[in-house]
């Protein structure tokens, strides 16, 4: 058995590297404003449209028959508007000679009135019926690619109801999760690498880091604006490699001391004062070379097993060089 003793943390240079996703940075969830029974659906997850293109359809036979019917009420409202006006004109020359009462005429003030204002309300009911007509189509409101589809020929949907989810062209972003410890080494750009195209990495700039941790885990979301290039973007939802060079403030061991628990975490043999070999979890760091950095489990001046760490139990005792 050999053992070593935990450093005080020192520059540990090393390349990070992170598993990341690829993300537009605006993505708009796309709903009918109108409800019915869907008739038609013209779009797919991983479709490029454009703006204005159309998504999906709704039934509009009764919404058809509803601007029919008010365009039938609203030609028979003006036809009475006119009739209204002209015997209010009537009415209003014929006064005064004597041949209209007052009743009378107010009579016809009131109907032109009451005439006018059936227009006005038929013809808002009418726009606002031409204009749900207009709803039973979903367009696009911008260029963008289909991310996800949450309906189906057939289903009747409420207005409202989720569609579509559209990624808008423009900026696409590698997300990525970073280690508490890393936080503060990480540069304003980095390498990323797409699974698709391991050969063409490409420089992206860390366009925003969560202010706070994820509970848990301990890592701050980092987000990464990836350069505009002339070919077809990145895959969105696609995986990616986030890669950076930076000296990291942690200590280093062998990584021969290190071995897996059962339930997979690692974790190092720790030699307690009393000369007993405890097992002790840990968080590892960057690997370079033969050394592996510990990110937290360790402190400096702990005496760690390096050798023969596979033939020890928790709580034997063993001798300090």
Do not use: C
Request: aromatic residues 4%; neutral net charge.
């Amino acid at each position: 058995m050999r053992a070593v003793q935990v450093p005080a943390a020192g520059e540990f240079a090393a390349q990070q590297r992170y598993a990341a996703r690829i993300e537009a940075r605006h993505e708009t969830v796309l709903a009918f404003q109108v409800s019915g029974r869907v008739s038609a659906r013209q779009a797919e997850v991983g479709d490029t449209v454009a703006a204005g293109a159309v998504l999906a359809r709704i039934d509009s036979t009764d919404l058809r028959l509803r601007v029919r019917e008010l365009s039938a009420r609203l030609s028979a409202s003006r036809a009475e508007r006119g009739d209204a006006g002209a015997a209010l004109r009537r009415a209003n020359e014929l006064r005064p000679k004597g041949f209209v009462s007052q009743a009378d005429f107010d009579r016809a003030t009131y109907r032109d009135q009451a005439a006018a204002a059936q227009v006005a309300a038929l013809t808002a009911q009418l726009q606002l019926a031409r204009r749900d007509l207009a709803y039973a189509a979903l367009t696009a409101p911008t260029a963008g690619v289909i991310t996800a589809r949450m309906i189906e020929a057939g289903q009747v949907v409420s207005a409202g109801q989720p569609a579509f989810s559209l990624a808008q062209a423009g900026q696409i972003e590698a997300v990525f999760d970073l280690p508490e410890h890393q936080r503060a080494g990480l540069p304003d750009t980095v390498q990323v690498t797409l699974w698709t195209q391991p050969d063409h990495p490409l420089t992206a700039k860390v366009r925003e880091i969560a202010p706070q941790a994820a509970d848990g885990s301990r890592t701050y979301r980092v987000r990464t604006t990836l350069p505009v290039t002339d070919g077809p973007p990145p895959g969105l939802g696609s995986s990616a490699t986030v890669a950076f060079a930076g000296p990291v403030a942690l200590p280093a061991i062998p990584s021969a001391a290190v071995l897996k628990r059962d339930d997979g975490q690692p974790a190092v043999w720790v030699v307690d004062t009393n000369g007993a070999v405890r097992l002790r979890p840990v968080t590892l760091g960057p690997v370079q070379g033969d050394r592996v950095s510990i990110a937290d489990g360790l402190g400096a001046g702990d005496w760690v097993v390096t050798a023969g760490v596979h033939d020890l139990r928790d709580g034997q005792a063993v001798s300090l060089p």
